[in-house]
């Protein structure tokens, strides 16, 4: 596996569940925000679900709250995402993607969705959901 390659991605139907790793053994301690992002045909390339400093906050994109759980496991050398209640507007390429945030909280509450803040990015992996 690659750097920040993410795997793990399918097909699946709408309800279902997939779970997405990618490697993050270098970005799991400190000031990093590691961050899922999708594009989905047609559509600029969006932060779904971002983790900060291996785990003392997780940020949410409100299309999935309470849907996707971000994650570090394998002692914080893998960033995980797990994606319940699949719906179709789920379909898209996902990345993982990691830069240094902020130690500022409110500084956080903008970074962790923008593209700038990244400066890792890993090759995508392609999730698809039918209806």
């Known amino acids: 596996q690659g750097h920040l390659a993410a795997s793990g991605g399918g097909s699946v139907q709408a309800g279902g569940f997939l779970g997405l790793s990618c490697a993050a053994s270098?970005?799991?301690?400190?000031?990093?925000?590691m961050s899922w992002f999708r594009q989905a045909p047609g559509k600029e390339r969006e932060a779904v679900a971002a983790?900060?400093?291996?785990?003392?906050?997780?940020y949410y994109a409100d299309s999935v709250k309470g849907r996707f759980t971000i994650s570090l496991g394998d002692g914080r050398n893998t960033l995980n995402l797990r994606m319940t209640n699949l719906k179709p507007e789920d379909t898209g390429t996902y990345y993982c993607?990691?830069?240094?945030?902020?130690?500022?909280?409110?500084?956080?509450?903008?970074?962790?969705?923008?593209?700038?803040?990244?400066?890792?990015w890993g090759p995508g992996t392609q999730v698809t959901v039918s209806s």
């Open positions: 993607a990691a830069g240094k945030c902020s130690t500022n909280w409110y500084a956080r509450q903008r970074q962790w969705y923008e593209d700038s803040t990244y400066t890792e």
């Open positions: 270098e970005y799991g301690y400190g000031v990093y925000c």
């Open positions: 983790i900060y400093s291996g785990g003392v906050n997780q």
